[in-house]
């Protein structure tokens, strides 16, 4: 009995230590983190202060973080921005453009590159390695090299000055191909299996097996086909010529050009374009870690 004990005593005092040890660690690891984390958000921390503050303000040396007098009156003034040729403001129209498209783009993704990964990942069909290869063989080509195709492409197609050059292009992209079939391949077949002794399809089990199983990998993917979409600055500005067609990002160089030296103003149209991406990716942002290390992007 007295052995028990002492040996009680000894576990119990080697697990206080090492409980002290876990907790002085973690605070140390934790507080570097949030440490690295305040250092690379700063930029957009000071451009979000910077939006209520005056030109004189901006331009003062030293810097100072916070405005004297908050000026809200500056994402006012944004939001009503207008254009000789267009009725009323452009800002709302320009954000509706992005984000409508994002949203396009994004669903068309999902569904065409679900169903390409999927057909990769489990069907058997002649030519199927050949074609996968070729697909992701072209994410080697940079998009630029396409653009003057493409421009006389969709212009004999009457395209110009339509949103249809930025949706058709984007309906499948090889990346998203990639991601899924690699996700597809790690869901064990013998749920399929089951499925189809049940008297299950092949789009029946793609549908309910194989797309809810995969959905931190959907996730992932939705989340970059929509900051691709709305970042995209090269594509709008050659297809798009009429101002109210415009999406935020080439709208913003007209932006520029009507407060070049109003740094406030441009400072708050940035933001405009900055924090619907941030607070998406804030609040999905669990998914990429998921997507990770279920797929075969995380080394399987």
Known sequence: MATTANQTRVAATGTQGRSAGFYLSAVIRYGLLTLIALIAFM?????????????????????????????????????NFSLPSVDGAVMPRWIWNSTWLALVNVATQLFFCSLAGYAFARMRFPGRDAIYAFIIATMAI?????????FVFFARLGWINTYWPLIVPNLVTPFGILMLTQFFKSIPKELEEAAYIDGLSRFGSYLRIA??????????????????????????????????????????????????????????????????????????????????????????
């Open 43 to 79: 930029p957009f921390v000071l451009s979000f202060l910077g939006t209520f503050k005056s030109n004189i303000e901006l331009t003062s040396f030293p810097p100072q973080v916070l405005p004297d007098q908050w000026n809200w009156e500056n994402w006012v003034r944004v939001w």
């Open 142 to 150: 940079p998009g630029v090299i396409t653009l003057i195709p493409g």
């Open 211 to 300: 797309l809810p199983l995969s959905r931190p990998a959907l996730i992932t993917l939705a989340i970059l086909a929509f900051q691709a979409s709305w970042n995209n600055f090269t594509a709008p500005l050659l297809f798009l010529q009429r101002p109210e067609m415009m999406t935020l990002t080439v709208g913003m160089n007209f932006f520029r050009t009507q407060f070049s030296n109003d740094f406030s103003a441009i400072l708050v149209g940035a933001m405009f374009n900055a924090i619907p991406v941030l607070i998406l990716f804030f609040i999905l942002n669990r998914y990429f870690l998921e997507s990770a290390s279920y797929s075969g992007l995380a080394g399987q």
